[in-house]
């Protein structure tokens, strides 16, 4: 079984900062993506940020300059610092995983986990 476990939303101001973490754990040979994606209320889910198992970073162009992910392989941890927030940043946040492990009692290559959502308010 693998877990994702994401922390770090809250209330904030406009203009104030988050750092989210996503943290695995379970029988996972290797994590091959991290993904942040998230979804405000009412609209589709969005991609936020891509993370490498090398620690390479890709970001949707509308975040790229105030959203910050970094990965740390011994911690098996993802985090996304965010700066500069607005309120329409508003949104359930979420972490995902492609990687190779065990489901069950198979091994396989490209399973994908998502984490259980952490919510960021940005309001006054």
């Known amino acids: 079984q693998v877990q994702l476990v994401e922390s770090g939303g809250g209330l904030v101001q406009p203009g104030g900062s988050l750092r989210l973490s996503c943290a695995a754990s379970?029988?996972?040979?290797?994590?091959?993506?991290w993904t942040w994606y998230r979804q405000a209320p009412g609209k589709q889910r969005e991609l936020v940020a891509v993370v490498s198992s090398s620690g390479s970073t890709n970001y949707a162009d509308s975040m790229k300059d105030r959203f910050t992910a970094s990965l740390d392989n011994a911690q098996n941890t993802v985090y996304l610092h965010m700066e500069s927030l607005k309120p329409e940043d508003t949104a359930e946040y979420y972490c995902?995983?492609?990687?190779?492990?065990?489901?069950?009692?198979?091994?396989?290559?490209?399973?994908?986990?998502w984490g259980q959502g952490t919510l960021v308010t940005v309001s006054s």
């Open positions: 995902n995983v492609n990687f190779d492990g065990m489901r069950g009692t198979m091994w396989y290559r490209d399973l994908e986990q």
């Open positions: 379970g029988q996972i040979t290797r994590i091959n993506t």
